[in-house]
């Protein structure tokens, strides 16, 4: 069921002009590449699709740790996000609201930093952005008017497992030096007789 659920989102996400992302497009673009590729890998996909997802981590976290791009895809899944809706489809898109509020709690960890810095835990930002625009483009398709009622039905259950799945959850922090020093000092008392139960 997950599988279905992550092939309408990356459906959803591909069924919006490109065009439509704006200023979001560059970054947006990256991160739905990394978060395809996770799905492709955690199916047991080809060889090299646990490299990719490195890489494309890279490339996503080069736009991301910039003010103007990171702000561009908050503002673009909160465009697609809209207004709170009415029934079912309300719980997707609280999920992804409140998402969004937990990311602006660490931006500031991210934008600005040296992405060389921030990379060990880089792909846990860009899983985070993507799975909040598709759940957004997911919620925004299950508002269409034009479809009929069974099939928006399916599409707010998508969406609804969607953000259920991917967009709750702790914030992603980026892996700063307070970061890496409190790890440190995890593993000296873990490694020191009486200090940890």
């Known amino acids: 069921m997950d599988r279905v659920v992550t092939v309408l ?6 069924a919006l002009p490109e065009a439509s992302h704006g200023r ?4 947006a673009r990256r991160a739905v590449a990394y978060s395809l590729a996770a799905d492709v890998a955690s199916t047991g996909g080809p ?8 890489v494309l981590t890279v490339h996503a ?3 991301l740790t910039v003010a103007a791009h990171f702000d561009a895809v908050t503002d673009r899944t909160r465009e697609l996000l809209g207004s709170a809706p009415e029934g079912r489809l309300l719980a997707a898109w609280q999920m992804v609201n409140d998402g969004l509020a937990v990311v602006a709690t660490t931006r500031h960890e991210w934008v600005g930093a ?3 810095t921030v990379a060990a835990a880089g792909w846990v930002l860009v899983d985070r952005m993507s799975r909040l625009l598709i759940a957004a483009a997911l919620i925004a398709q ?6 009929p009622v069974p099939t928006v ?3 707010v259950n998508a969406a609804r497992r969607y953000a259920w799945n991917h967009v709750r959850g702790p914030a ?4 700063t030096a307070n970061h890496v020093h409190r790890s440190a000092d995890l593993v000296r008392a873990f490694a020191t007789r009486g200090i940890l139960p």
Do not use: I, K, M, Y
Request: charged content about 25%.
């Open 172 to 175: 992603p922090e980026a892996a």
């Open 61 to 63: 976290l080069e736009l």
């Open 114 to 116: 040296d992405p060389a």
């Open 153 to 155: 039905e399916l599409l």
């Open 9 to 14: 989102g990356a459906r959803a996400w591909h």
């Open 142 to 147: 299950a508002r269409s008017t034009v479809l």
């Open 24 to 27: 979001a497009r560059r970054a």
């Open 47 to 54: 060889t090299g699709a646990r490299s990719d997802c490195w």
